[in-house]
Antibody, heavy 117, light 110 residues
Framework: EVQLVESGGGVVQPGGSLRLSCAAS????????MTWVRQAPGKGPEWVAN????????YYVDSVRGRFTISRDNAKNSLYLQMNSLRAEDTALYYC??????????WGQGTLVTVSS | QTVVTQEPSFSVSPGGTVTLTCGLS?????????PSWYQQTPGQAPRTLIY???TRSSGVPDRFSGSILGNKAALTITGAQADDESDYYC??????????FGGGTKLTVV
């Protein structure tokens, strides 16, 4: 069974940093692109970033490019999102998801990031 | 910046048929955008209903179907059931590795 478990969320002040992690199991992690999607309270999901199987290609939504960095460690079956210069509008539930090439077919339960002074 | 548009809300009677659409603020949606559809209930992560315009995800009932209608992607629910009451999101591939979710449609079955 595919499992994705996010961690690392919390409350941070504007301008601060957080590193999210996603532990993957139940599939061959290194053979899939992976994705971060976030969902602000009461809003729809927003695609944030994708990373290729070997980490050689990364893509970001405009609003986080230059502030967030997606990375992965295939030896540890783990996905990461380093978030710097956080803003109030980054407050959201952050999901990691597996990307099949067609859809985001498996999701974690999410980790909540709150940016507030 | 291109916005993916969806009806904010829709209502359907039990057993009825409803078509939700997914458009672009500028331009037309075609299969090259690889439209996919997700269903989300409160407190749960989204789950895939349709990908590649019209391919049903594993385990999705055949009352859900996807298509291109005119200049939009469409999700049709035929024979709506009470537990179809959910939020529905389309996602389009914009190229250059970028995906964009629509704002979602809240479907009520009454």
């Amino acid at each position: 069974e595919v499992q994705l478990v996010e961690s690392g969320g919390g409350v941070v002040q504007p301008g601060g940093s957080l590193r999210l992690s996603c532990a993957a199991s139940g599939f061959t992690f290194s053979t899939y692109w992976m994705t971060w999607v976030r969902q602000a309270p009461g809003k729809g999901p927003e695609w944030v970033a994708n990373i290729k199987k070997d980490g050689s290609q990364k893509y970001y939504v405009d609003s986080v490019r230059g502030r967030f960095t997606i990375s992965r460690d295939n030896a540890k079956n783990s996905l990461y999102l380093q978030m710097n210069s956080l803003r109030a509008e980054d407050t959201a539930l952050y999901y990691c998801a597996r990307y099949t090439g067609y859809d985001f077919d498996s999701w974690g339960q999410g980790t909540l990031v709150t940016v507030s002074s | 910046q291109t916005v993916v548009t969806q009806e904010p809300s829709f209502s359907v009677s039990p057993g009825g048929t409803v078509t939700l659409t997914c458009g672009l603020s500028s331009g037309s949606v075609s299969s090259s955008y690889n439209p996919s559809w997700y269903q989300q209930t409160p407190g749960q992560a989204p789950r895939t209903l349709i990908y590649n315009t019209n391919t049903r995800s594993s385990g999705v009932p055949d009352r859900f179907s996807g298509s291109i209608l005119g200049n939009k992607a469409a999700l049709t629910i035929t024979g709506a059931q009470a537990d179809d009451e959910s939020d529905y999101y389309c996602v389009l591939y914009m190229g250059s590795g970028i995906w964009v979710f629509g704002g979602g449609t809240k479907l009520t079955v009454v």
